[in-house]
T-cell receptor, first 117, second 112 residues
Framework: EAQVTQNPRYLITVTGKKLTVTCSQN?????MSWYRQDPGLGLRQIYY???????DKGDVPEGYKVSRKEKRNFPLILESPSPNQTSLYFC????????????????FGQGTRLTVV | GENVEQHPSTLSVQEGDSAVIKCTYS??????FPWYKQELGKGPQLIID?????GEKKDQRIAVTLNKTAKHFSLHITETQPEDSAVYFC???????????FGTGTRLLVSP
C-alpha cells in the first residue's frame, strides 16, 4: 500500500529536549516536505527536499532541521523545542513535476501532534 | 510569494444541498490547483485538482472551476452527504518550484 508514515503520532516533551519526528514513504517519490498546521493558519511549509542530499527552507524554518540521506526518509529535527512549536505536523511526498501529464499529487502522512511544555 | 485566501471558514448545509468553497491566489505563475479533504485525526487527502490549461473538472459529485484572469478557483460539491463533513483546503502551486501554498481551510458540516 502506498503511504507516508510518520512517527510518533503523539508526543509531549519539555522545552529544550531534542526530538526527532521520522517520516518515511514507499512510493519512490523524489520530493518530500514538512508542514505545520495551526488553527486559522492552514498548513505552512517548514522545509522541503527535491531529492537526496538536497534540502531547502520553506516559509517557517526557524527552530527546525531536516536531513535527506536516503530517498525514502525525511526526518524533522527540533534541536531545542519551545512552546511555540506546539503544533500538528505533517510530512508529504510527491513525484517531481514533469509537466501536465505527470502526477504531482502530494501524499500526506497521518500527522504528529507535538506538545512542548 | 504566493498567497492563497479561502472562504468561507465554516459552512453548514443540509444533506442534499450544494456547497461551494472559493479561493483566490496572488501569483499569476501558479499553474496547479489541488483540493484536499482532511477528516478528523487524519492527514489531508487529495480529492480533485486542476491545471491552468483547463477551466473546469468534474469527478462525480465534486467539481472545480478555475478563472485564471480573476485568479480564483472554486470547489463545488453537489448532493452533499454527512460523510462530506470535513475540513477542505485549497492550494496553489507553481510547478516550476513545486511548492504548495495552502488556504486556511473551510470546515464543512453537512447535517442529516
Amino acid at each position: 500500500e502506498a503511504q507516508v508514515t510518520q512517527n510518533p503520532r503523539y508526543l509531549i516533551t519539555v522545552t529544550g529536549k531534542k526530538l526527532t519526528v521520522t517520516c518515511s514513504q514507499n512510493m519512490n517519490h523524489e520530493y518530500m516536505s514538512w508542514y505545520r498546521q495551526d488553527p486559522g493558519l492552514g498548513l505552512r511549509q517548514i522545509y522541503y527536499s527535491m531529492n537526496v542530499e538536497v534540502t531547502d527552507k520553506g516559509d517557517v524554518p526557524e527552530g527546525y532541521k531536516v536531513s535527506r540521506k536516503e530517498k525514502r526518509n525525511f526526518p524533522l529535527i527540533l534541536e531545542s523545542p519551545s512552546p511555540n512549536q506546539t503544533s500538528l505536523y505533517f510530512c508529504a511526498s510527491s513525484f517531481r513535476d514533469r509537466g501536465p501529464f505527470r502526477n504531482t499529487e502530494a501524499f500526506f502522512g497521518q500527522g504528529t501532534r507535538l506538545t512542548v511544555v | 510569494g504566493e498567497n492563497v485566501e479561502q472562504h468561507p471558514s465554516t459552512l453548514s448545509v443540509q444533506e442534499g444541498d450544494s456547497a461551494v468553497i472559493k479561493c483566490t491566489y496572488s501569483d499569476s505563475a501558479s499553474n496547479y490547483f489541488p483540493w484536499y479533504k482532511q477528516e478528523l485525526g487524519k492527514g489531508p487527502q487529495l480529492i480533485i485538482d486542476i491545471r491552468s490549461n483547463v477551466g473546469e473538472k468534474k469527478d462525480q459529485r465534486i467539481a472545480v472551476t478555475l478563472n485564471k484572469t480573476a485568479k480564483h478557483f472554486s470547489l463545488h460539491i453537489t448532493e452533499t452527504q454527512p460523510e462530506d463533513s470535513a475540513v477542505y483546503f485549497c492550494a496553489a502551486m507553481n510547478t516550476g518550484f513545486q511548492k504548495l501554498v495552502f488556504g486556511t481551510g473551510t470546515r464543512l458540516l453537512v447535517s442529516p
